[in-house]
């Protein structure tokens, strides 16, 4: 007889392995059904094409873009991009996408049973309130900074509010909009099937479309059907999910009501089920941006991204030239690229020392940067270890994935056993480092009064830890004087730039010389070439058969700046696309490296298959396994022709390259499958066409990965399904299979916040086997709410022969309670508007209040060109009054409350032939009525914004003609959601 825990443990291997494909929005291999992926993708696309638009025109800008069906993350970028270049790139956007559409087939691992997170069993209070609080903690997130985790939540928060469409008769019921209670929890869900009452009758001959009970939907009864894996149980009556893996469909009422694709019971309806989901995904989408503004929303969907200034740093008393050439470095860069295009999106700083690391800036502020880093000094020291890891580890956990993160020291690291936790942070963020390792004995200048010792020289041994660690990560290991340090940090320079690509980059121990090629294209420009090592001697040709050494500082194919062991090519492309060699001859090890400017790059992914016939996929936080075959998702972005011909996991070693097979998915996505994995470490070449602006021949590219990638025979898995709140302990189940060593596999579980936590120290697998355990973490009950969490889980083999990881991120948020919006009441609207309205004025002053919520705490100006006053007039309502031109018609207030809560209060003038029109409504209840019923949902497919006037006379003046209006909308309301773009 199974004990509990290996029933345990078998039940969660059924979940993984067969629920997910019963529960969703998933039909990846049923032609003319959308997945969660494209449901998710096509709402982010259009409703970032919408703020872009308004942006543009608040900005006196024309906005254009393509028809809806051709919108890719590249077009998007482009239009939203104000003075785009060849250098606007859809990449971050794309990953932004990506990010949170595999959270949301996530849900389909770590809620597969959960009722409430599909909306099953007519759980409609329980999935309300998963997608109120998911909701609330995006905003959370987004308001400290951590975009990541933001998008991780999001989109397990739109599958959730996804699947009512699929899993529920809102759809049989003939609507064609959302339903906007489900992000309204201030709001009751009334009309809903109670418990004993029958809503579903038998299938006939294998038809559903009519099983539903007509009472049920001439009633408009809302109901969902229930889904049960092990079960054929259900109560008396009710319909039932459907589909092969449903047990409770099998018991009377017989069959389903899903339509998570064309073919399921109520399949007919699927199309119409995904298109009211994108509708209400948009709702979603727009609730957040009203709460975080436009330019922070663009931020959360990555199209302000561009590149990100992220700076670790030794501080100790031997540091002194390095502080101050940091200093220099990083005010260089935001004084040249402020108000370019090249600006830095975000800036991070940790600085470390011993015994202690941080605190963690983190700003999208320059100026704010500029006063810290001028804060930084040397001081301290002693022993010669510091803390450059742990340094380096929040680094790698706050900064955006695929940054470049830049690492100042002249010590070894104190905490070398963080080595596989930061490798493993490394592989799951694919951020590049660098280190900038200098050597405090041929310092320039030393400070004896630091009181730091001098000859505290990196070791052979030390050193090989930093290089390892660039290595994996596609970055570099410079190990330079400190008074040459000057020369070494135009590699930051370099790397601040956006849309970078890398186009060949190979780490070597020869014995002789070797050949490197790498492709060019007309796309790529400001190439740079970069080679590491102990003096090693190279020749560059060109494809034109021109050559250059690297005794030539400047010839014909570039510039070559040499410091400590750095050589840096600053590479002459003029007119010379096609193929390059270079020709390299060292006797240790050493790395090369070229990288260029491209609009064109790809972002790709290991994810996992779940087949059948509404197989999908989940992303893999882990490194793949050895001996199985593999499938990646890819993404190519940057240009609106793109063709994939060739993928292909190369081992550093340069042989033995393993091709997979591709196949299109449409728009810019693609699946990668792999039979054999390479047994060393890897990276991932793309090759691929695109149409030539200027020549009707096709553009051949070839694009690599940066960071390492390799294969185990050790997986471990775990998940994160809630939110912990301050001062409360969440546990994390974890498990680790192995198909090779038996033996004892050490435990080791790192969090990035320093919490104290609880995992065993090993487990015991036999050959072929798998165990579980846990990890407990516990909040301190001071940790602000929106504080994001990173989890890393290794297991190690024995002997450390092997070892994988998972990397797992969830939020520290308060629970929240107030869902109640902030609304207003209109004091008084005056206008004097003749025929020529810039000669005159109108203005409003109105009372906003949030009730017995949170209390207000900004209140924006969203659409108009007036100027907006507020203050507060005590018992917690704040005075707003606007003033703007008769040519501005129309304004809009954002009001947010201290949760994240946002009301739109709007007012309009229209007739500009009236002199003089004054409104001050003089029955408070009148107002205030109209602020509470127009928060319900207003059924409607119109394309023009819906105003409920005041049903109280408009005071004008005889024979003007003049109409006023004023309305407050739900945010959740705005008719323009559901626009196509």
């Not at 507020?870 to 707003?880: E, L, N, P, Q, V």
Request: aromatic letters at 8%; charged letters at 15%.
């Amino acid at each position: 007889m199974f004990s509990s825990v290996t029933a345990h443990a078998s039940l969660l291997w059924l979940t993984l392995f067969f629920c997910p494909l019963t529960e969703t929005f998933k039909p990846l291999f049923s032609p003319g059904s959308l997945t969660h992926r494209e449901i998710t993708q096509r709402a982010i696309f259009r409703k970032t094409g919408q703020v872009c638009r308004a942006m543009a025109i608040a900005q006196g800008q024309d906005f254009t873009l393509p028809i809806d069906d051709k919108l890719t993350a590249f077009t998007l970028k482009r239009a939203c991009s104000s003075g785009w270049s060849l250098f606007s790139s859809g990449y971050a956007f794309q990953a932004a996408v990506f990010d949170t559409y595999m959270s949301n087939a996530a849900v389909d691992v770590f809620g597969v049973l959960s009722a409430r997170h599909h909306f099953d069993d007519e759980t409609f209070a329980e999935g309300r309130a998963l997608v109120a609080q998911g909701a609330a903690v995006v905003k959370f997130l987004v308001k400290v900074g951590s975009y990541s985790l933001a998008r991780e939540t999001l989109g397990a928060t739109c599958h959730t509010l996804q699947d009512f469409y699929s899993h529920s008769n809102w759809i049989e019921m003939g609507n064609t909009v959302p339903f906007s209670k489900l992000i309204r929890a201030d709001m009751p869900l009334d009309n809903l099937a109670g418990p004993d009452r029958a809503t579903c009758r038998n299938c006939t001959g294998g038809d559903c479309s009519d099983n539903i009970l007509p009472e049920i939907l001439q009633e408009k009864k809302l109901t969902s059907g229930y889904f049960n894996l092990f079960s054929s149980a259900k109560p008396p009556g009710k319909c039932s999910h459907g589909g092969s893996f449903d047990k409770s469909s099998r018991r009377d009422p017989v069959g389903g009501i899903n339509k998570d694709t064309t073919t399921e019971s109520h399949g007919h309806l699927h199309l119409r089920a995904a298109q009211v989901a994108i509708n209400a995904t948009m709702e979603l989408l727009e609730d957040i941006r009203l709460t975080t503004g436009d330019r922070d929303f663009l931020r959360l969907v990555g199209v302000s991204h561009t590149s990100v200034l992220s700076l670790v740093i030794d501080t100790t008393g031997s540091m002194f030239d390095e502080i101050a050439e940091v200093i220099r470095v990083s005010f260089s860069i935001i004084d040249l690229k402020r108000g370019t295009q090249e600006e830095p999106s975000e800036y991070i700083l940790v600085p470390f020392n011993d015994p202690d690391f941080g605190p963690l800036i983190r700003t999208t502020d320059a100026d704010i940067f500029k006063q810290h880093i001028n804060k930084l000094s040397a001081f301290g020291g002693g022993d010669s270890p510091e803390m450059s890891l742990s340094g380096l580890l929040l680094a790698l956990t706050a900064a955006p994935p695929s940054s470049d993160i830049f690492l100042f020291t002249d010590a070894p690291a104190k905490d070398a056993d963080l080595k596989s936790t930061v490798t493993a942070l490394i592989e799951s963020t694919k951020s590049k480092v660098t280190f900038m390792l200098t050597d405090p004995s041929r310092s320039a200048r030393n400070h004896q009064s630091s009181g730091s010792p001098t000859s505290n020289r990196l070791s052979e041994a030390d050193a090989q830890l930093y290089r390892d660690l660039a290595q994996a990560s596609g970055g570099q290991a410079i190990e330079v004087s400190k008074s040459s340090l000057p020369q070494a940090t135009m590699i930051i320079e370099d790397s601040s730039t956006s849309a970078l690509v890398t186009l060949l980059q190979a780490v070597r121990s020869p014995v002789r010389a070797e050949n490197f090629s790498f492709l060019l294209d007309e796309l790529v420009s400001n190439v740079t070439l970069y080679i590491t090592g102990s003096s090693p001697a190279f020749t560059l040709y060109s494809p034109t058969a021109e050559s250059q050494s690297h005794e030539v500082s400047e010839g014909p194919l570039g510039t070559i700046q040499r410091v400590g062991n750095l050589q840096r090519m600053q590479v002459n492309t003029h007119n010379r696309t096609g193929l390059w060699e270079i020709t390299i001859t060292s006797t240790a090890t050493f790395t090369v490296k070229v990288t260029g400017q491209s609009s064109i790059n790809f972002l790709i992914n290991f994810v996992e298959a779940f087949g059948g016939a509404h197989g999908d996929f989940s992303l893999k936080q882990s490194r793949p396994s050895f001996g199985k075959s593999a499938t990646l998702l890819m993404s190519v972005s940057g240009s609106d022709s793109l063709k994939v011909t060739e993928v292909a996991l190369v081992p550093v070693s340069g042989s033995g390259a393993v091709n997979g097979t591709v196949e299109a998915l449409g728009g810019e996505d693609y699946l990668v499958t792999i039979d054999d994995l390479p047994m060393e470490t890897f990276i991932i070449h793309l090759r691929g066409e695109t149409s030539g602006v200027s020549r009707s021949s096709p553009i051949l590219f070839l694009r690599q990965s940066s960071t390492q990638l390799r294969a185990s025979r050790v997986a471990v898995t775990a998940s994160v399904n809630s939110t912990l709140e301050p001062g409360a302990t969440i546990t994390v189940p974890f498990t680790v299979e192995t198909n090779t060593t038996a033996g004892n596999y050490t435990i080791r579980a790192r969090n990035d916040r320093g919490f104290n936590s609880s995992f065993p120290s090993g487990v015991t697998l036999e050959a072929g086997g798998r165990a579980e355990g846990s990890v407990t973490l516990t909040a301190p009950s001071d940790t602000p709410s929106g504080t994001d969490v990173t989890l890393t889980i290794e297991a190690e083999a024995p002997g450390a022969t092997d070892s994988n990881f998972v990397v797992i991120r969830f939020a520290v948020a308060t629970k929240v309670t107030d869902f109640t919006r902030p609304v207003c009441q209109v004091v008084d609207l005056t206008a004097n508007c003749p025929q020529d309205c810039s000669q005159a004025t109108w203005q409003l002053s109105a009372n906003l209040t949030d009730g017995n919520g949170t209390g207000i705490v900004l209140v924006t100006l969203q659409q108009g060109n007036g100027t907006l006053n507020t203050s507060s007039s005590g018992a917690g309502i704040t005075f707003a009054s606007y003033n703007a031109s008769c040519c501005s018609e129309v304004v809009e207030l954002v009001m947010v409350d201290d949760v994240g809560n946002a009301g739109v209060c709007s007012a309009s003038i229209r007739d500009l032939s009236s002199a003089t029109t004054s409104q001050t409504p003089t029955d408070n209840t009148t107002v205030t009525q109209i602020a509470t019923t127009s928060q319900t949902p207003i059924a409607t497919t119109s394309q023009t914004p819906i105003a409920t006037t005041f049903q109280t006379p408009v005071a004008t003046t005889s024979n003007a003609g003049y109409c006023l209006s004023i309305w407050l909308w739900p945010t959740v309301m705005l008719p323009l959601l559901y626009l196509k773009i």
